[in-house]
């Protein structure tokens, strides 16, 4: 047995004139709630509220909501109780390199405060310009640059793990990389507007439903524990869904988040459940048929067959 007991630790609306200390004394609350985690995962931009709803063309009013560094001197406190509790944890923030390039990114550390892992955002949705057709902005296009990490996977607390930021957990390429490296856990954060900005009858049941089909597909399909943090609730009048969950490698949902607000999901996986997928069904090795796979890689866009 491997067990990794985890906490997902979903977080409630973040209000834009929240600040950074008051979101990290929220996340030490959270911190104390998951009594006895090997390790907790806070959701996407967990630091602020989700800002690329917002457009400025002001370059200072657009870097106040990137960190410069980590550990800073505001997530300080966050490191020191995970250290003191031998947590290992995983957060998502906007990250501004000292080149100036903007990433959504997420971390990983160990269970004494070392950032192990790194991951930037590869699949960003939404739009770079501002559309008024949609009933609300996410311009993630604008703010970030796609990730150019790719989908690292990382050795530690004797185990495999991977991560992903929100829209990426829609992309199966996202699990099957990380697949290919031998992932036991990925730890993915999310902020998913309740309604579709395009198709307003595209609401909360259905976002949730695409929610936990994305995960658990992912989970099944590359036999590996998947932890899915909401950062959710109202935020400036935006709702965001909740729903966080920890799937287990045969996609089955073993523990849910039952409110909109900060809440922890707590269970402990056993990293060696993995194995039995990785060796029978999902042996990838023995029934992978890349000779057939070209245009997963070749091709972006749909190409027709003739007429
Ligand atoms: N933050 C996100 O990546 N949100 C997207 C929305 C725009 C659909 C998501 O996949 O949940």
Same mark, same amino acid.
């Given at each position: 047995?491997?067990?990794?007991?985890?906490?997902?630790?979903?977080?409630?609306?973040?209000q834009?004139?929240?600040s950074?200390?008051?979101?990290?004394?929220?996340?030490?609350?959270?911190?104390?709630?998951?009594?006895?985690a090997?390790?907790?995962?806070?959701?996407?931009?967990?630091?602020?509220?989700?800002?690329p709803?917002?457009?400025?063309?002001q370059?200072?009013?657009?870097?106040?909501?990137?960190?410069? %560094?980590?550990?800073?001197?505001? #997530?300080?406190?966050?490191?020191?109780?995970?250290?003191?509790?031998?947590?290992?944890?995983s957060?998502?923030?906007?990250e501004?390199?000292?080149?100036g390039?903007?990433?959504?990114t997420?971390?990983?550390t160990d269970?004494?405060?070392?950032i192990?892992?790194?991951?930037?955002?590869?699949?960003?949705?939404?739009?770079?310009?501002?559309?008024?057709?949609?009933?609300?902005?996410?311009?993630?296009?604008?703010?970030?640059?796609?990730?150019?990490?790719?989908?690292?996977?990382?050795?530690t607390?004797?185990?495999?793990f991977?991560?992903a930021?929100?829209?990426d957990?829609r992309w199966?390429? #996202?699990?099957?990389?990380?697949?290919?490296?031998?992932?036991?856990?990925v730890l993915i954060?999310?902020?998913?507007p %309740?309604?579709?900005?395009?198709?307003?009858?595209?609401?909360?049941?259905?976002?949730l439903?695409?929610?936990?089909?994305?995960?658990?597909s992912g989970?099944?399909?590359n036999?590996?524990?998947?932890? %899915?943090?909401?950062?959710?609730?109202?935020?400036?009048?935006?709702p965001l869904?909740?729903?966080?969950?920890i799937?287990?490698p045969?996609?089955?949902?073993?523990?849910?988040?039952v409110? &909109?607000?900060? &809440?922890?999901?707590?269970?402990p996986?056993?990293l060696?459940?993995?194995?039995?997928?990785?060796?029978?069904?999902?042996?990838?090795?023995?029934?992978?048929?890349?000779?057939?796979?070209?245009?997963?890689v070749?091709?972006?866009?749909? &190409?027709?067959?003739p007429?």
């Amino acid at each position: 047995m491997r067990v990794i007991n985890v906490a997902a630790a979903q977080m409630g609306a973040i209000q834009p004139d929240e600040s950074r200390e008051a979101v990290v004394e929220r996340m030490v609350k959270l911190m104390r709630d998951a009594d006895g985690a090997d390790l907790i995962v806070y959701p996407e931009l967990t630091l602020t509220t989700f800002f690329p709803r917002y457009f400025t063309d002001q370059q200072a009013e657009i870097d106040k909501w990137f960190e410069t %560094s980590m550990p800073n001197t505001v #997530t300080e406190p966050l490191f020191a109780e995970a250290r003191a509790r031998n947590m290992a944890m995983s957060f998502g923030y906007a990250e501004l390199t000292p080149e100036g390039r903007h990433f959504n990114t997420a971390i990983l550390t160990d269970k004494v405060g070392n950032i192990v892992g790194k991951y930037r955002k590869v699949h960003l949705p939404g739009h770079a310009e501002v559309d008024d057709e949609r009933t609300h902005q996410h311009l993630e296009k604008y703010y970030f640059e796609p990730g150019d990490l790719g989908f690292p996977v990382f050795r530690t607390m004797g185990g495999i793990f991977g991560m992903a930021i929100c829209n990426d957990r829609r992309w199966p390429e #996202t699990y099957r990389v990380m697949g290919l490296q031998g992932v036991e856990m990925v730890l993915i954060g999310y902020n998913t507007p %309740s309604v579709n900005s395009q198709r307003g009858a595209e609401g909360p049941k259905k976002r949730l439903f695409h929610s936990s089909l994305v995960v658990q597909s992912g989970a099944y399909q590359n036999s590996t524990w998947v932890v %899915s943090v909401a950062k959710c609730g109202v935020e400036d009048g935006h709702p965001l869904i909740a729903g966080s969950l920890i799937a287990n490698p045969d996609g089955e949902v073993v523990a849910v988040a039952v409110t &909109e607000e900060d &809440e922890i999901v707590q269970y402990p996986c056993d990293l060696d459940d993995t194995v039995f997928g990785k060796q029978t069904v999902f042996d990838f090795k023995r029934h992978r048929r890349t000779e057939h796979y070209g245009r997963i890689v070749s091709q972006t866009g749909v &190409e027709l067959p003739p007429e």
